[in-house]
């Protein structure tokens, strides 16, 4: 497989910070770009950071890649109004797909969520339903969707609500099976290497969505240990079946 290379925007955050390990670590990836408005305390030897103004980005400055992975997320604590959320949750996203396909960036991975829906009751759904109608308008190569559920893991802001949440999710996903498995909580390390690996398995369809289940059920990549070959069984013709021996079957 040839190597790839990535560009990670939204890399300080929850999921970001997961995936730019997952795919500085891994063996498919050659390197890897991180554009972002703070410095990056991740350090890496694939590893490529950039700091820079989002409202200020141009076409030059995303490198040529085959994956741009847009992890960026807010909340409506840290926005404090419902502009600031749409700015980083949907007009920064719209704007980045725009130059990645200006940019000749074959494959474009975005973060949304469960229930996305421009017609849903809740602020939050409403714009990631409208980030997702909007990035089917660009008309993307591949674009890959991520629709999560609750995500879960250690975050570096404490967040009450979530906190609660994650108590309660801890007790239910045990009991969420069948039908009910979609909606358990996702560890955020987890929709991180889902990322990389339904990058790495990478369809020729145009728009890819994944739900909280292709999520949950994506697994590590096994490697089939292969037993070597004796000298005394490689070289027993007779018993080979996978050779050929022309015997000779001519009379004296």
Known sequence: MAKRVAIV???????????????????EYAAVSVIVRRDF????????????DFDKLEENDLDIADDLFCCLGTTMKKAKSKENFERVDLEYPLRIASLAKKRGIPNFHVISAIGSSKKSPFFYSQVKGRLEEGLLAIDLPHLFIYRPSLLTGNREEFRVGE???????????????????????????????????????????SVNVYKPLDILNAKPFETVEVEPISREELFNWDNRE???VDKDTSKD
């Open 41 to 52: 305390a991740y350090k890496h030897a694939k590893l490529d950071v950039q700091v820079k």
């Open 242 to 244: 996978d050779i050929f």
């Open 163 to 205: 906190r609660l949440s994650e108590g309660v999710f801890k007790l239910l996903n045990p009991i969420l099976i069948g039908p009910f498995k979609r909606l358990r909580s996702i560890q955020g390390e987890q929709l991180a290497f889902a990322m990389y690996h339904y990058a790495l398995h990478n369809t020729k369809n």
């Open 9 to 27: 925007v939204g890399a300080t955050g929850f999921t970001g910070k997961f995936l730019v390990k997952q795919l500085c670590e891994s063996e």
